[in-house]
């Protein structure tokens, strides 16, 4: 079969497509064969080996894992003999390493039944961009109905999640982004949308209950200030920092963690059975809608992370794999 693979850190042109094995599936595993990826910047945070102090987990010299990818949409081809869930057939989407390629083995608990009212495509963009809002807003973040929201980031991957899910749990949204994506932001329900090319966030009269912040480039006091006394910030993304900068903003979030009743969060996202089917619900019940920038063939997988890499997606950046051209 046909899969992405990079034997070297560096920029996405160390992706190749190559012939490797079909993989098969363990007792509580499910084999899919893929039909759409998502894109994630820790595809290219992984294959570029950045920051380096990551290296010593994920490889000195060269990267241990070599297969990008991390979410999945597929039907499913064969079961394990433990899995209870799941059967030949079924439509799925959810979480499994190297996921751009023909086929995946992940375990049943990193999988849910596709709703029927979304694509493929609206699938593979869920699971790591919605979990990240999920948690970030609900678990860190205590969201509540009428809580005034402001989501830093609003027209990106987990941004446009954000928005929604917000939406969905009663807030009051404001999303931060440029000129182009004010229309995109204010349709996926934001009460106001703030143009950071014309406006800066922390300068206005308003006071947030949450700040849930993808960006980080703006100081921690300038968001504190248009914090509510008992308001939370939480640091899930760091779209406008250096990768030279990003240590001292997690240890400045760090040291901040209580103040004066307020919260300083730093989110690091993990894969979730119970946040898939939340993501279900909501999905079927057209409470969140993903929103897919642009779709690329699985040759094309290295400009795919490329374009992601820019910084200036409009939702989610997918790869879609048509295993019926490499029979
Ligand atoms: N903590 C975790 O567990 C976790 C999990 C997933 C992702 N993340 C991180 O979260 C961040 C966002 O991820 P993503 O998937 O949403 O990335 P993404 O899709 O690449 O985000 C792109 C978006 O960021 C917006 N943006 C860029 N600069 C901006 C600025 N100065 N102000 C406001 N918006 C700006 C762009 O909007 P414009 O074109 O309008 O500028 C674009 O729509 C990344 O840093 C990622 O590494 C963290």
Do not use: W
């Amino acid at each position: 079969m046909k899969a992405a693979v990079y034997e070297r850190y560096g920029p996405p042109d160390v992706v190749q497509i190559q012939d490797v094995e079909k993989p098969s599936p363990a007792d509580n595993e499910v084999l899919i064969r893929v039909r759409a990826a998502s894109v994630n910047p820790a595809d290219s945070h992984l294959m570029e080996g950045k920051p380096y102090v990551g290296r010593i987990v994920f490889g000195l010299r060269k990267p241990k894992l070599t297969r990008p990818g991390f979410d999945v949409a597929g039907q499913v081809e064969a079961v394990g003999k433990n899995v209870t869930r799941f059967k030949p057939g079924d439509e799925v989407f959810g979480s499994s390493r190297g996921s751009f390629a023909e086929y995946v083995c992940t375990p049943e608990s990193k999988l849910v039944l596709k709703p029927p009212n979304i694509s493929f495509e609206q699938a593979a963009s869920v699971p790591v961009a919605a979990y990240t809002a999920l948690q970030g807003l609900r678990d860190k973040g205590h969201i509540r109905p009428g809580y005034k929201v402001l989501i830093n980031g609003a027209a990106g991957g987990v941004g446009t999640f954000a928005v929604q899910i917000a939406r969905a749990f009663g807030a009051e949204v404001t999303g931060v982004c440029s000129t182009r994506n004010v229309d995109l932001v204010r349709s996926l329900g934001a009460a106001r949308v703030i143009d950071y090319t014309r406006e800066d966030f922390t300068q206005g009269d308003q006071r947030y209950d949450l700040i849930f912040d993808l960006v980080a480039n703006h100081s921690l006091p300038a968001c504190r200030r248009i914090m509510t006394p008992k308001g939370a910030y939480i640091g899930a993304g760091v779209l406008g920092l250096s990768m030279f900068h990003l240590p001292f903003r997690l240890l400045a979030v760090a040291l901040l963690s209580r103040s004066a009743g307020q919260t300083f969060v730093n989110l690091m996202a993990k894969s979730n059975q119970e946040n898939l089917a939340t993501m279900y619900q909501l999905l079927k019940d057209g409470k969140v809608t993903p929103v897919v920038d642009r779709c690329y063939p699985l040759s094309e997988a290295a400009e795919a992370i490329r374009y992601l890499a820019e910084g200036h997606a409009r939702g989610k950046v997918v790869i879609i794999i048509d295993s019926s051209r490499h029979p």
